[in-house]
């Protein structure tokens, strides 16, 4: 896997700091790859797709957890 994508298990193993803490890092990511592809000095377009993903998957976590939170 790419540098910063992570599987669901990985992520669902994650305390909730660490979480945000990744989530900011894959964000600052995804955005120097948006300013790389700007340039189109990009040499791997599909890491923006994955890194998105990634992103994708982390907030699903993270609104799974706040909703059983407030269920209990």
Sequence with gaps: M???V????EIRKMAPEERR???A???AELARLR???QRGSLEKPSSIRKIKR???MILTV???EAKQGRRA
């Design 21 to 23: 803490r990744k989530l």
């Design 54 to 56: 990634t992103i994708a």
């Design 6 to 9: 992570l599987s669901i298990e």
């Design 2 to 4: 790419p540098k910063g």
């Design 35 to 37: 300013a790389q592809a």
């Design 62 to 64: 993270e609104r799974e």
């Design 25 to 27: 890092e894959l964000r």
